[in-house]
T-cell receptor
Framework: DAKTTQPPSMDCAEGRAANLPCNHS???????VYWYRQIHSQGPQYIIH???NNETNEMASLIITEDRKSSTLILPHATLRDTAVYYC??????????????FGKGTKLSVKP | GAVVSQHPSRVICKSGTSVKIECRSLDFQATTMFWYRQFPKQSLMLMATSNEGSKATYEQGVEKDKFLINHASLTLSTLTVTSAHPEDSSFYIC????????????????FGPGTRLTVL
C-alpha cells in the first residue's frame, strides 16, 4: 500500500473549517483514500473515503486532486469534539478484496475555543 | 453504523499471567477481524488478521505463540496475551469487517473502543 504524509499537528478555531492535507504521491490506480480519526483513548472512527471523485457525507468532505497525489479532508464547522488525531490511509482494493488498513502517524488536530 | 465491542475495557495483571481480550461485532457478521496495538503517543500497529474458522495471519515481528488469536465465530474474536510482561502493556484495539452486504456496501472497517492492558 502507498504511504501517506501528513503534518504532525494543526490548530483550528471552533466554528471554522478545518482543512487537513494528505500527500500520497505514490498512490496507484486501485488504491482508495480513507480517513479515520481517533479521539484520545478511543478506537478509530471512520470518516470518509474516495477513489478519485470528491466525496461528502454528514461528517466531512474529501477533496482529491485530479492526479490523485494528494487529498484534503474538510470539516466544515469544527467543534471542540473534533479534537483528535486524523489518519489518512491509502488501501488497495481489487475485485472486492481489500488490503489492510495501515496507520501512519496522522495529524493531531486541536480545535480551540 | 455498526458496533464493535471489546471486553474488558481495562485490565491490570501481574507479570507472567495470561490475559484474554474479547472482541464482538454486535449487529453484523464479521468475516475478518483485525487486532492492533498502540503504545503511548504512537500510531496503531497491525498485529494480525483473522478470518472466521481459519488461523490468524500475523504481521512480521509479532509472536504468534505469545499473542493467541481465535476467531471461532462470525461475531467473536479473542486475543490472549500469554505470559504477559510489562513491555506488553499497551492499548489493544480490534476491528471487524463484514462480508459485502447492508452494513458494508463499501467494505468499511469498524473499530472497537480498545482495551488498556497494564502488566505490573
Amino acid at each position: 500500500d502507498a504511504k501517506t504524509t501528513q503534518p504532525p499537528s494543526m490548530d483550528c478555531a471552533e466554528g471554522r473549517a478545518a482543512n487537513l492535507p494528505c500527500n500520497h504521491s505514490t498512490i496507484s490506480g486501485n488504491e482508495y483514500v480513507y480517513w479515520y480519526r481517533q479521539i484520545h483513548s478511543q478506537g478509530p472512527q471512520y470518516i470518509i473515503h474516495g477513489l478519485k471523485n470528491n466525496e461528502t457525507n454528514e461528517m466531512a468532505s474529501l477533496i482529491i486532486t485530479e492526479d490523485r497525489k494528494s487529498s484534503t479532508l474538510i470539516l466544515p464547522h469544527a467543534t471542540l469534539r473534533d479534537t483528535a488525531v486524523y489518519y489518512c490511509i491509502v488501501r488497495v482494493e481489487i475485485g472486492g478484496s481489500q488490503g489492510n488498513l495501515i496507520f501512519g502517524k496522522g495529524t493531531k488536530l486541536s480545535v480551540k475555543p | 453504523g455498526a458496533v464493535v465491542s471489546q471486553h474488558p475495557s481495562r485490565v491490570i495483571c501481574k507479570s507472567g499471567t495470561s490475559v484474554k481480550i474479547e472482541c464482538r461485532s454486535l449487529d453484523f457478521q464479521a468475516t475478518t477481524m483485525f487486532w492492533y496495538r498502540q503504545f503511548p503517543k504512537q500510531s496503531l500497529m497491525l498485529m494480525a488478521t483473522s478470518n472466521e474458522g481459519s488461523k490468524a495471519t500475523y504481521e512480521q515481528g509479532v509472536e504468534k505463540d505469545k499473542f493467541l488469536i481465535n476467531h471461532a465465530s462470525l461475531t467473536l474474536s479473542t486475543l490472549t496475551v500469554t505470559s504477559a510482561h510489562p513491555e506488553d502493556s499497551s492499548f489493544y484495539i480490534c476491528s471487524a469487517r463484514a462480508a459485502s452486504g447492508r452494513e458494508n456496501s463499501y467494505n468499511e472497517q469498524f473499530f472497537g473502543p480498545g482495551t488498556r492492558l497494564t502488566v505490573l
